[in-house]
DNA sequence: CTGAAAGCGCTTACAG
DNA sequence: CTGAAAGCGCTTACAG
């Protein structure tokens, strides 16, 4: 019921009303205690009443922070990412930043695109899940908030990095499978770098035990539970039969189950199977999913850590943080 | 390889690069075409030797439009909404339009608050699935931009809404399983005003066309994969033991039969199930799972047509957009 | 087709 | 503890 119904209220209609200037205003937003007590009041009051709410484009602005970040994932159906990044959403929401959405899909102009559209956005911070192209690289020389690679441990971060080893991951995954007596393993490989790096470490690791063979085949990104469907047609039509299929993903390891299972195989004695991630279903599905558990929470604690150490003024306290993995043997395998 | 490393170039630098006023490398920026064509390749030029990247924080500011959209879901996992959401994203970023995701979990304050930070932003519009509350609606109405309700069709809607009648999709299901010769069916209703629509819509057909009674159980929201276990053991508790399950998700869904068929029922022929939303799984289920397909896509460019429209000053060409729905009858029911 | 200039709504040294 | 004032980097009538 203001007089003026078509204008939102801003600081200056605030000072107006509680008969302090724009400065005071802000500074009471921004940081309560630094106002007197009985100024406080009155700015409080003249909040509520003109139902003020802040115009974070201006805040921004004056102060080149923008409490945002940009939060970059490949896609949302059945993503392996999705609890990392719905913890970190909440811990960022939490925190009074906003979370923008980039799905970068597969290709590298997408991610290029977003992380322009990110930088004109001016947040503080970008956490990624794509891959690094060198033209990526370049825009990201040029981005002066925080750049952070989560799941992963590249090199030579151009920021900091919250991940783990995936050479190590596949490694474990041989030593596991050998240790329950698997002989013949059919790696479901995605393309990319980090799928391809769990690969070799299971490879070296498995040879290195004296296995044989380690047959292989490629999926598609993104690797989801539909896929499961032509792996296991492909597999039948292998000369071996292998006796434990390792998948990239949960979903696609729920996807060869259910084909499995449809074939009249049984899990685990005819066909195990390993997946990736503990997503919420690996522990629910039947049988129950052997996988390999990432703490997203904990890389989303890590990252926003950092965030806020970037915030202010402080350096990272090391470029790359190793938040491990952990293997979870369950009934598939 | 500038000269002032720490400093992103702005406006100004481009316009003295180019030999031109910051209008008019504005207006090159925003509408190429009303420049000269000699003008417009010096702007160029200029862009790229200094790598500018707008800052549209500034330029929102300005222009009191953020070309930013904010999308409100209330969880990302085994989300039903993830297609419709996929799609908006990928079509607004098309757009040069930012998403703002919002998780607005099960709680209306949540809600509340990302309306408020959207507002904050200045965003052009806000696209819901949240349920609104009186205090929300409230807020809603000091929101400048367009509000976007989708998935559902309110009676009066704050801003527009895109969606389908929940209570006829519940009277589709209904008709389809007298149809099939089910008797004894189970709902399972998620809390929830859509859930509800389509329980009452299914108890209306169902006792109208002659069934008997339905029993009923709720679920948690969000329904997902792992609820199936649950809502199964409690199934085989009941006196009467249920023909057909009718869940509110096809993960849900999923989840039954994936108990079901490890208690050794076959699915459809000793216990049918029916989803909801023929999510990407829906169809590569073993037995494929019968369900109600909503156009995502269809959602997503109605809801963008929409804003562009809006932002072009014209008024919505009408407030509720009915996409209808389709029911797939499949093998699982 | 282009420029000078005001203005968008904040924040933040600086001074008191 | 508070205020006056400059400034953040754009956009956009207005005038020519």
Known sequence: MSDQPNRNPTLDDVAVLAGVSTATVSRFLNN???????TAERIQAAVAQTG?????????????????VAVLIPHLTDSIFNDTIQAMAEELANSGT???????GITPERTDELIQAAIGRRVDAIISTAPLSSRTAELVKRFPGLFIQIWELP????GIAVGFSHRDAGRDVARFL???????PLLVTAQ???????????????????????????VDIPSRFGHGRRIFAEMRRLDEQPDVVVCGSDYLAQGVIVEAQAAGLRVPD???VVGFGNSSIAGDMRPTITTVDIDGARIA??????????AEGQPPRERSVDVGFRLIARESA
């Open 32 to 38: 309560p205690k630094v106002v007197a007590a009985a």
């Open 52 to 68: 003020y709410i802040p115009n974070l484009l201006a805040g921004g602005l004056a102060s080149s922070k923008s409490r945002m």
């Open 98 to 104: 906003t979370v923008m959405m980039g799905l970068t």
């Open 155 to 158: 090199e030579d971060p151009p």
């Open 178 to 184: 050998q240790s329950r007596g698997y002989r013949r």
């Open 192 to 218: 990319g770098t980090r799928a391809g790096m769990r690969r070799d470490g299971f490879v070296e690791e498995w040879q290195a035990l004296g296995g044989g063979d380690v047959q292989e085949t490629m």
């Open 270 to 272: 005819q066909l195990a």
């Open 301 to 310: 604690r890590e990252a926003i850590a950092a965030i806020r150490r970037h």
